[in-house]
């Protein structure tokens, strides 16, 4: 089968060395890609939100599967626009509907959807320009600390954590009357503070049944003990050793199929990942977000510790049998240490040169800001390199991914040594 990904950070890296795997996988493309896909099939030049080119590049190239790695185009419709055109309708997409991708794309979507059908949740409040008096009342009122979210995508850093009630009113303000995030703070959702320990949950689903894939456990922000401002991610883990076979059940019975089986009741288009994002409090397991596309960089963590063929899976699920599929984990660790430009999350520097991965053994090297320049590969994102290793325990994998993070180099690399430090 031939196959485009759309994406070019980590997860994309993660994803085509997977695909690639597969005996089906005849010919894999990466739209747009980066230095680290390239060695697992063939980056194109086309942007993910470009639907007409990504449609003659389908066509073109007999493309049986586009595979959205990331969320933006799925928010964006590419799962309505190719399946409303004949021509590109056979195509397979393992993602949701325009619509369904509100769970990720709209805040106050998702804590809606959540609300109808019993989803345990933090208590939350909406609010824009239209209720923005209210809302600093209600900051007034709110206990601390208080979370704030900008309702649309803001690439993992619309989320503020603050105790300090005159800095909640000056984030709230820079969000809806400064812009902050652009359209994607125009609504800012409130929300109780809930404490407790975080991680990932990721289920595929056709619709109406699922498989869940390995969980995962990633860390936000960008300095040791979780301090600093939040990133797109600094590393993960898996598997998370608090959620054990209770735990877990628990999240399916009373978040997994309440979210698949309210989607369906309500005919929302909803084949592919989705990304539950909870919180364990006491025992008990609460939705943080959704997301509707595998995580970054959990993604990192969960492909190498998933055992099937994962473009096997998406034909399971366009055939609605993932009822039939048994999934699974491999009984190693993985962890993943992200390395990062200097000044990330906040401005950074581009094109410094890598070196040393010729020196680097026992993991696996995920692409995320890399790019090819006359034969070398240099920085081009905050985010650059995914260090994944599988060991027979997390601490082992650990010590690995650190004994490589040394030896990648480039000028003003930056990376969390306290990966995992929970456990």
Not at 295 to 317: I, K
Request: a negative charge; proline letters at 4%; aromatic letters at 8%.
């Amino acid at each position: 089968m031939n196959i485009l990904l759309l994406g070019s950070g980590g997860r994309e890296s993660a994803l085509s060395w997977k695909l690639s795997q597969s005996p089906l996988c005849t010919k894999l493309f990466i739209a747009t890609g980066n230095a680290g896909t390239a060695q697992y099939g063939t980056n194109i030049a086309i942007g993910i939100n470009d639907f007409e080119s990504l449609k003659d590049f389908c066509l073109a190239q007999q493309i049986d599967i586009l595979f959205p790695g990331s969320e933006e185009p799925l928010v964006n419709g590419v799962y309505d626009f190719f399946k409303n055109d004949l021509a590109l309708a056979h195509i397979i997409i393992p993602g949701p509907s325009k619509e369904g991708a509100q769970l990720e794309g709209s805040k106050a979507f998702s804590k809606k959807l959540m609300a109808r059908h019993n989803i345990p949740t933090a208590a939350y409040a909406e609010f824009d320009e239209n209720n923005f008096e209210e809302g600093l009342q209600y900051l007034d009122n709110h206990t601390t600390p208080i979370v704030l979210k900008a309702d649309g995508l803001a690439a993992g850093k619309g989320v503020v954590i603050t105790s300090d009630k005159a800095e909640a009113k000056a984030v709230f303000t820079d969000m809806i009357r400064n812009a902050q995030f652009g359209d994607a703070s125009k609504t800012v959702v409130v929300e109780q503070f809930l404490t407790g320990i975080e991680l990932s949950v990721f289920a595929l689903t056709d619709g109406e049944n699922y498989v869940i894939l390995p969980e995962a456990k990633d860390y936000k922000r960008v300095g040791e003990g979780d301090t600093g401002p939040n990133t797109g991610g600094m590393g993960a883990i898996s598997p998370v050793p608090f959620a054990n076979g209770a735990f877990l059940q628990k999240v399916i019975e009373r978040i997994v199929e309440p979210t698949i089986n309210g989607l369906r009741s309500e005919n929302i288009i909803y084949n592919g990942f989705i990304f539950f994002g909870l919180i364990n409090v006491g025992g008990d397991p609460y939705v943080i977000e959704y997301n509707c596309r595998m995580g970054d960089p959990e993604t990192e963590v969960v492909m190498p510790r998933l055992e099937n063929d994962l473009v096997e899976l998406v034909l399971q699920m366009e055939a609605k049998k993932l009822n039939e599929v048994t999934i699974q984990h491999s009984p190693k660790a993985a962890a993943t240490v992200m390395l990062v430009s200097a000044g990330y999350p906040g401005d950074y520097p581009k094109g410094k040169l890598i070196t040393g991965f010729e020196t680097v053994e026992d993991s696996l090297l995920f692409h995320a800001g890399t790019k090819q320049n006359n034969g070398q590969v240099e920085t081009s994102g905050g985010r650059v390199i995914a260090i994944t290793s599988l060991a027979d325990d997390l601490k082992l994998a650990l010590a690995n991914s650190y004994k490589n993070a040394e030896l990648v180099q480039f000028d003003g690399k930056n990376f969390r040594k306290d990966i995992g430090f929970e456990f």
